[in-house]
């Protein structure tokens, strides 16, 4: 456990977001406070998610997490070797596009960030990685789970959530032992999450017995998925398993019940929102859904940071905010412990990272993957998530 890590949980407790330093809009230099004394430095962190697009929702709840992070870090007072530091968020969209995260990757090395919060997406953060190993700069996605992402060798790349090879057998264990399904249709996006998310399923529950009675892919940004379902129909499957977002996900499964389908509807963390209600309707009540970290109700302080959001941003937590505001306080750690905002020196201590954070505790494993990896299982009543099960990996 680091040093700081007091300073960190006071200082996120003790702050009321009506009262932190508040920031400028967003400019192509960033954030800029207020007003940055002559005597203190300005270090800038990169945030990169989909802010435009069907899941512009979960980007910007990404965002405002890591916005929080930042302004009460500042309100607190932030010093790095003997300098006075003041933190600036450079916000970017990569609109969920894999060419579009190598760009703004690159307009985020060139801006001299000191570390990187994000991608939101597997599939965005998996080819921006290479950008910022080049750099030498630390990224941290709050939400990325392919596991291929932190599987390359780089020496940058770190996320705070288990990974698609935990939470896919979560889910078929849960379809296999809970549900007790024989046969399953698996539907997904074609991204590299959700094929990822639906072939670590489909791994486990061949292996436990269950029939995948037809395997489908469709893309992440249909929103008519008939034909697909009426071939599904045929098929009678006990479960439809599907990997992919909410923006598609609830779509899919209002249309599942309109088509008279009667199966469970199971995804991953993609879905597993409460946006997810809205879109699915009163067909919401037939899903169970994953989330590759723990879930905000059972977070120590989760009570308070949703209360703190709320104030902040006038929004409810969707799903990842906690993780983002996380990885702002780790970097900050680590610049604690370097001495330095330098990111060639920052990088050197990440490894040692060892902090209690909101989302519990957190430490790396050689590759960058959480060492202590939680999947929280989930259904819906009365349109609102509930939480069914915690699993510790």
């Avoid at 456990?1 to 407790?13: N, Q, V, W």
């Avoid at 072939?199 to 929103?223: C, H, L, M, P, Y």
């Avoid at 209600?277 to 109700?297: F, K, P, T, Y």
């Avoid at 009543?381 to 915690?390: A, M, N, S």
């Amino acid at each position: 456990m680091s040093d700081s890590k007091g300073i960190f949980i006071k200082s996120a407790l003790a702050v009321s977001a009506a009262t932190v330093l508040m920031l400028a809009g967003c400019g192509k230099g960033g954030d800029k406070a207020s007003s940055i004394p002559s005597d203190a430095v300005e270090v800038k962190i990169g945030h990169v998610a989909p802010l435009t697009g069907p899941i512009a929702h979960l980007g910007k709840d990404n965002e405002n997490g890591a916005r929080l992070a930042l302004e009460e870090i500042n309100k607190a007072g932030l010093t790095i070797d003997g300098k006075k530091v003041v933190l600036t968020l450079v916000p970017e969209d990569d609109a969920e596009d894999p060419k579009t995260a190598t760009q703004v990757a690159q307009k985020l090395v060139d801006a001299k960030v000191a570390g990187v919060v994000g991608h939101l997406n597997s599939g965005t953060s998996i080819p921006a990685s290479k950008i910022y190993s080049d750099a030498g700069i630390t990224q941290i996605s709050p939400s990325s789970t392919n596991p291929d992402y932190t599987k390359q060798g780089f020496k940058t790349t770190y996320r705070l959530v288990a990974t698609d090879a935990q939470q896919g057998p979560a889910l078929a264990d849960y379809v296999s032992k809970n549900l007790k399904a024989k046969t399953v249709a698996i539907i997904d996006d074609s991204t590299q999450y959700g094929k990822g998310l639906a072939d670590e399923f489909e791994k486990t529950i061949k292996a436990a017995g269950v029939k995948v009675v037809t395997r489908e892919a469709s893309n992440n940004k249909a929103t008519d998925f008939k034909a697909i379902l009426t071939k599904v129909k045929g098929t009678k499957p006990d479960v439809i398993m599907y990997g992919g977002m909410d923006a598609t996900g609830g779509p899919l499964t209002k249309q599942a019940a309109e088509l008279g389908i009667k199966a469970k509807v199971v995804g991953g963390d993609g879905m597993c929102t409460e946006k997810l209600a809205e879109l699915a309707g009163d067909a919401v009540v037939n899903v169970v859904c994953s989330e590759a970290g723990m879930a905000l109700s059972k977070m120590a302080q989760g009570a308070d940071f949703q209360r703190r959001y709320k104030e902040r941003f006038n929004s409810d937590v969707q799903i990842y905010a906690p993780f983002t505001y996380d990885a702002v306080y780790v970097l900050v750690d680590s610049m604690k412990r370097a001495n330095s905002t330098d990111p060639s020196k920052i990088l050197l201590v990440m490894p040692d990272t060892k902090m209690t954070g909101l989302i519990g505790n957190i430490a790396f494993d050689n590759k960058g993957d959480m060492k202590e990896g939680v999947i929280t299982l989930y259904d819906f009543k009365d349109k609102k998530k509930t939480v069914l099960e915690v699993i510790k990996m």
